[in-house]
């Protein structure tokens, strides 16, 4: 197949993501994205509410093969045009994060490519130099995401320093755990941001934890026990009409504690600009709240569509094109790590 013509790098990388619940492949010509399929496992996840290791890795193997096909061929490109593969090597599920890396692996073998092994979180950053309008270093970036939240310093595009981090659950386990608490089903952000729209986000009074704390640390786990206590309070007869209130509720208390460190940081330092990443950042809430504090400050706010917060392999190809990619046969030891 002709090698897809245009502006771009003539580099063309294929990028593939398995690290937890979505298989993901992509194809990108340095900042342009020529292809980015995403096909979520959510509906066979939601009946465990939340995400099922076993079966996770068990459906990548299914059909990871298909989604790297439908990639290169949205692409236009044959896997004899493309120059390099990437795949997440960590962090994640490592049942999951197997079937990617022994894929690339595979791949890269047969044509004799070289191989970059990508962090996630790199790449959830990386979504961010990706066309329109590709972001430079340095910027501020939230990280908030099912396994993850983190401020991250970005200063180069090959890696940034962790400001602060949560010290137990990030804030998408939150919303997926108050998700499932209050019956509504799984990815819990996404319904939750439902949910709440019907709702008073002053309703309850949920704490801001760690606001008071001096640090750029979070904590989400002592809200999710006051969601707990304030269901188990109410009468089974009125948690109906109070979910929505409750929804709203949790929602502002984990916007406003991602918020007040993403300020905090803001004051500290001496930052342009702000970006977001992760699944979480695809919430309407937080990205208005964020407008509003980066207007405060002065500071320019890059947001990456939806689809790109979320998982996906576009963002590990844009974290590989910053990295040196190992030779064949180089990468044929490599492990994955859940860590
Ligand atoms: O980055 P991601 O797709 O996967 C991980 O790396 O974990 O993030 C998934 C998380 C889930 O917890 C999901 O509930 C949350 O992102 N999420 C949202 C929204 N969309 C996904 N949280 C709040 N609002 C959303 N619209
Ligand atoms: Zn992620």
Known sequence: MARVAGPGSGRLILAIETSCDDTCAAVVDGPRVLSNVISSQAALHERFGGVVPE????HHVEIVNGVVRAALDDAGAGLEDVDSIAVTRRPGLIGALLIGLSTAKGLAAAGRRPLAGVDHLHGHVAANFLEPDPLEPPFLCLIASGGHTLLAAVRSHDGFETLGQTLDDAAGEALDKASRLLGL???GGPAIERCAADGNPGAFDFPLAMTRDPGLDFSFSGLKTALVYAVAELPDS?????RADL??????AVVGQLTAKLERALATGDWRAVALGGGVAANALLREHVAEICDRHGVALKLVARELCTDNAAMIGSAARFLDPA???EYLSWD???G
């Open 55 to 58: 079966v996770a890795a068990r």
């Open 185 to 187: 089903g799984y990815p």
């Open 238 to 242: 009125e948690l109906g009409a109070r």
């Open 247 to 252: 929804a709203a509720s949790f929602q502002a």
């Open 327 to 329: 030779p064949y046969p």
């Open 336 to 338: 994955a790590s859940s």
